[in-house]
T-cell receptor
Framework: AQSVTQLDSQVPVFEEAPVELRCNYSSSVSVYLFWYVQYPNQGLQLLLKYLSGSTLVKGINGFEAEFNKSQTSFHLRKPSVHISDTAEYFCAVRLRNDYKLSFGAGTTVTVRA | DGGITQSPKYLFRKEGQNVTLSCEQNLNHDAMYWYRQDPGQGLRLIYYSQIVNDFQKGDIAEGYSVSREKKESFPLTVTSAQKNPTAFYLC????????????FGPGTRLTVL
């Protein structure tokens, strides 16, 4: 079974600074990769996903992520954050022949002025 | 407006009582899922259903039950057998079990008094 590790539980960052959220997964077979965002007391919204092809994936709200197969990582980045990016971010992995999404524990991003 | 609705947003229950959480979708999706979210643990799969009148247990099904009598509805019952039911519950759906992206509802926060 695959597992997902988000290496940082809390990331404080100043407005207009860059941010990187780290995600590593363990799987011996091909996977689909996802990043979701959750605002307080709301459901999850898909930011971006990697299915195949280019390893650099662009998503909504200026976020992008890079799939690195050799390092089994899928780190999320944004070059300049806004106060409105304050939220919890979840990395998720799914095997290509399976229904199940496995989630990381989440990273809380707090953007300060 | 297409989407997934969950009701109620907040729910309180006394110990020993069963309670049912509602999930409705008008996306014409075949597959539906229930997750439980606890602080610092990400999301864990309770049950999923790929078609009407069929459902399977996820990783933490004990103390929960579901039904899928209609394509658009997938209610979750939290029974008195669930030892620690206080949590945030999220419903999701996808076009079919094999489809890559799951879309989430806004969630129900259950508190056991």
């Amino acid at each position: 079974a695959q597992s997902v590790t988000q290496l940082d539980s809390q990331v404080p960052v100043f407005e207009e600074a860059p941010v990187e959220l780290r995600c590593n997964y363990s799987s011996s077979v091909s996977v689909y990769l996802f990043w979701y965002v959750q605002y307080p007391n709301q459901g999850l919204q898909l930011l971006l996903k990697y299915l195949s092809g280019s390893t650099l994936v662009k998503g909504i709200n200026g976020f992008e992520a890079e799939f690195n197969k050799s390092q089994t990582s899928f780190h999320l980045r944004k070059p300049s954050v806004h106060i409105s990016d304050t939220a919890e971010y979840f990395c998720a992995v799914r095997l290509r022949n399976d229904y199940k999404l496995s989630f990381g524990a989440g990273t809380t991003v707090t953007v300060r002025a | 407006d297409g989407g997934i609705t969950q009701s109620p947003k907040y729910l309180f229950r006394k110990e020993g009582q069963n309670v049912t959480l509602s999930c409705e979708q008008n996306l014409n999706h075949d597959a539906m899922y229930w997750y439980r979210q606890d602080p610092g643990q990400g999301l864990r799969l309770i049950y999923y259903s790929q078609i009407v009148n069929d459902f399977q247990k996820g990783d933490i099904a004990e103390g929960y039950s579901v039904s899928r009598e209609k394509k658009e509805s997938f209610p979750l019952t939290v029974t008195s057998a669930q030892k620690n039911p206080t949590a945030f519950y999220l419903c999701a759906s996808s076009i079919s079990e094999s489809t890559d992206t799951q879309y989430f509802g806004p969630g129900t926060r259950l508190t056991v008094l």
